[in-house]
C-alpha cells in the first residue's frame, strides 16, 4: 500500500516509521537537534510549498528519509485508512 504525502509523493506505508505534529514537537530541544542534523546530513525532503504540518520519518532497505509535508496528522490518518479498507 501507498500512502500520497502531497506533490508526486507516494510512500510504502510498510516503510513508515512514523508521523508527527510538527508544531507540537518542534517545541522539544532534542527534536529541533534531530531535525537539524538529519537536514545538514540531506536526509530532509520537504514535500510541496506550503509551510510543513507534519513530518513522516521513513526507512526503506536502511535509507532513512525525513518527509516535511503540509498536511496535517488527521488527513494523513484518513489517507492511511481508506487505503486500508
Do not use: W
Not at 517545541?27 to 537537534?33: F, K, L, P, S, W
Not at 513530518?55 to 496535517?72: M, P, R
Amino acid at each position: 500500500m501507498f500512502l500520497h504525502i502531497g506533490m508526486n509523493y507516494m510512500l510504502k506505508t510498510k516503510y513508515i516509521v512514523a508521523i508527527f505534529d510538527i508544531e507540537n514537537t518542534s517545541e522539544c530541544q532534542i527534536t529541533r537537534d534531530f531535525l537539524a542534523k538529519a537536514e545538514k546530513s540531506g536526509k530532509v525532503i520537504t514535500v510541496g510549498y506550503e509551510l510543513p504540518k507534519s513530518y513522516i520519518i521513513y526507512n526503506e532497505k536502511g535509507k532513512s528519509n525525513i518527509y516535511l509535508t503540509q498536511f496535517s496528522i488527521a488527513t494523513l490518518q484518513k489517507r492511511l485508512q481508506t487505503e486500508r479498507e
